[in-house]
């Protein structure tokens, strides 16, 4: 699902991943070139979005209080100085950002995309649910997330009888979940940082399910039962939320009675069913339909904003010069990649391009007509946000849009006005 996003958070998690690899290489053989190898993906994952790198690091470092005394390789030298080869590779960019842009650099950088993700919250994407959205988010798209955390129940457990490279995998996860619980800004993505883990986590205890006690196999297949539910309630509990709102008596029956049947059924599967084989069933059951499923039933994010349409229109003209207008402006990957780094101030003679980053209803949208006013001379064809693509309010066109501009072409996402001449 992620990976078919414009994003780079899944470069950011290649490197991840690579940098884990080269220092568990490096464990295991003692050959300095892989904490090298693992320091350089470091430096790349530094390079590719903001600071999220660091968070290589900082899991090795923590994870090596917990590992030092039985991993003589994990060792604390090794961890310093793959974190310094990461700083100097990306160090240099970010002295020459600083350098150029000053402080409009450091406020973006550390101040909107650190300090107000994290304690304000941005884009419309505040935690409105609480300290828990990634949780419920979590198993709200894997029915079967929850064995993550019986997985590192189990880990921490037996502590001093568990591998390594398992409490390792407890550190990742629980670093991740404590980072994006502790943000107030809500993005589906940050999942990330947890559900990586979670695919290493899963199998290694799912391995083990042949020796759990009677006990403990009838509290998995319970969880696992209700994160099933959770799962496959997901589009229609905003609905149920407003029904039991109003009848919290409902609520309560209803609740246990769903509690007292899933506890029977489970009851029942414990005494009958391989749990080891039953979860490799499930699971490839899950993956093939899921997969199915949204290749008949392409999500909106996928296939629903289009802006092709809107560039064979201008194309037709000979006068191609724009004026893009957002109510709340930021970089547009789509209309960049369709117009060829039009917005990102790259040569591109075919096309003129004006901007308008901000619409505000206060003033009665005064600027934005003085702005189309006075380029009404210039600006052949006027082009709208809309649809919450950058996540702003969307207002009438029709309130700052002169009538000398006709619509000629709409679609999710944008809205194309053409000077008529009138």
């Given amino acids: ?141 894997v029915p079967f997330s929850i064995l993550a955390f019986l997985g590192i129940y189990q880990n921490f457990k037996k502590q001093y009888r568990t591998d390594w490279k398992r409490i390792f995998l407890s550190v990742w996860f629980l670093t991740g979940l404590i980072i994006i619980t502790a943000f107030r800004t809500k993005l589906e993505v940050y999942v990330l940082l947890i559900l990586l883990p979670s695919c290493f986590i899963i199998p290694l205890f799912i391995s083990e399910a042949g020796g759990f006690s009677p006990k403990f196999k009838l509290v998995l297949i319970f969880a696992t039962l209700l994160n099933a539910i959770w799962f496959s309630t997901e589009s229609i509990r905003p609905e149920l939320k407003e029904i039991f709102q109003a009848n919290h008596f409902m609520f309560s029956i209803v609740t246990a009675g769903i509690l007292v049947l899933v506890f029977l059924i489970s009851k029942m599967l414990s005494a009958k069913i391989e749990l080891k084989k039953a979860y490799y069933i499930f699971i490839l059951f899950f993956s093939f339909a899921i997969n199915i499923y949204y290749l008949v039933h392409v999500p909106d994010w996928v296939n629903r904003f289009r802006l092709s349409e809107i560039k064979s229109r201008i194309d037709k003209s000979e006068n191609r010069n724009i004026l893009y207008v957002s109510s709340k402006y930021r970089y547009n990957p789509q209309f960049s990649y369709y117009f060829e780094g039009l917005n990102l101030g790259w040569k591109n003679s075919r096309y003129g391009f004006h901007l308008l980053e901000s619409l505000d209803a206060g003033d009665n949208f005064n600027h934005a007509k003085s702005v189309v006013d006075s380029l009404s001379g210039k600006v052949n064809f006027v082009l709208i946000e809309k649809d919450g693509i950058n996540r702003a309010t969307d207002y009438d066109p029709e309130l700052y849009i002169p009538r000398s501009y006709d619509i000629v072409a709409e679609t999710t996402g944008y809205k194309l006005y053409e000077r008529s001449g009138k």
């Avoid at 530094?46 to 470092?61: A, E, Q, R, S």
Wanted: aromatic share 24%; proline share 2%; hydrophobic share 50%.
């Fill in 1 to 141: 699902v992620f990976s078919q996003r414009f994003q780079l958070d899944m470069p950011y998690t290649f490197f991840i991943l690579a940098s884990f690899y080269f220092f568990f290489k490096y464990v295991s053989v003692r050959d300095k070139k892989f904490v090298i190898l693992s320091g350089i993906s470091f430096g790349c994952c530094l390079m590719t979005k903001i600071l999220v790198g660091f968070y290589i690091p900082l899991i090795l470092f923590i994870s090596y209080f917990f590992i030092r005394k039985r991993e003589s390789s994990f060792d604390f030298k090794s961890l310093l100085s793959l974190s310094l080869i990461g700083i100097l590779i990306a160090l240099p960019w970010h002295l020459y950002m600083d350098l150029k842009f000053g402080s409009t650099f450091t406020d973006y950088f550390f101040g909107f995309h650190i300090y107000d993700r994290a304690l304000h919250g941005v884009e419309h994407n505040e935690k409105n649910s609480g300290f828990l959205y990634h949780v419920n988010y979590l198993i709200s798209i």
